[in-house]
């Protein structure tokens, strides 16, 4: 077997979600598990929270189909609403949570014959200008689904386009739309992600909607997870298949990019960019084998990777490599590669397997 697995620590997963509502004593939270939890497995990490979550939070319909196959009666918000008219049948069968997010999917709603009434979450463009009725235009549209008998409850949601920059004039210029809708009567209120969770009370509402936290990895790119006291859920690990002496003047992997300066030990690793490692990882970009870190040699071939492992004590054929993990933060590897953890998480490709563990 390809010695390359995706470990996730279900224990951390537990630690962050309830960090997270440590945040907001009294609060409830959305566990947000869309993109397949961030790459770590929707099933498992639903059937892990479950207990203690108080609901779960998805990107569409056939996401949610997969949260409610391992739990029934969750709460399961659909952040983006439903793409088709069709769709709100569906999800009044499954006891969904829908956002509305524009005169089109109000529209739909209003035409369709459910089951039963839906939990409809009013989302405003406070100012991303991504998804969301204006305020005025929400307002308008308030009484029309208040009435409607596809409605159960009917709340409020939006979302930051900067709260991971502390102080950006947006983020109050936003809390200023949401709260100014605040006379209206709504059963539940929404707006904080990671971010906001993190630094922005004022944003906290009654309903948190935690993502990239849980995950263990950092909204922020000048706080570190470790000092948020968030714990890293998934090790990417592959192991050492060849190691070779070059000398001077030889060069390693494709494009005969990086050139031994040195004489120099070379180890060949099982992970590569269609495993999910960004091909965009610079020179100088570190692993970690036996607890130490190594740098990248070269660049990132398909199925491969090679490490300067010259400065090492001690290197031997099968020894584990950790790509990301305890000792390779996700988010310094991001940063460096000029992306965010988000992208490399949600990026672990098919073939790797994520294996399971919990203390
Ligand atoms: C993805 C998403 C979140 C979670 O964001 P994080 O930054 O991962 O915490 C929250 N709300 C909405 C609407 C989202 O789409």
Known sequence: MRPLVATVDLTALRHNYQLARQCAPGRK????????????????AVRCLADIADGFAVASLEEAEQ??????????????????????????????????????????????????????????????????????????WYPRLADAPQVAEINLMSHFACADERGHPLNEAQLEQFTGLLDLDFTHRSFANSAAVLTMS????????????????????????????LKPVMTLTAAIIAIRDVAVGECVGYGASWVAQRPSRIATVSCGYADGYPRTAPPGTCVAIRGERAPLAGRVSMDM??????????????????????????DELAQACGTIGYELLTKVTQRVPRRYVSD
């Not at 948190?208 to 470790?226: E, K, N, Q, V």
């Open 29 to 44: 939270a959305f566990a947000v598990v869309k993109a397949n939890a961030y790459g770590h497995g929707a099933p498992a």
């Open 67 to 140: 949260v409610r196959a391992v739990d029934r009666s969750a709460r399961l918000l659909l952040l983006e609403g439903c793409f088709e008219p069709g769709e709100y049948v569906r999800a009044a069968e499954l006891g969904l949570d829908v956002a509305v997010q524009g005169e089109a999917q109000a529209n739909a709603l209003l035409q369709a014959s459910l089951c039963r009434p839906l939990n409809v979450w009013f989302k405003l463009d406070s100012g991303m200008h991504r998804l969301g009725f204006t305020a005025p235009a929400l307002r308008q």
């Open 202 to 229: 004022a944003a906290h509402m009654d309903w948190l909607r935690p993502g990239i936290m849980l995950y263990g990895a950092s909204p922020f790119a000048d706080l570190s997870a470790a000092t948020l006291g």
């Open 305 to 330: 990777l090679a490490v300067d492992v010259t400065d090492l004590l001690q290197v031997a054929l099968g020894d584990e490599v950790e790509l990301w993990g305890a000792r390779v933060p996700i």
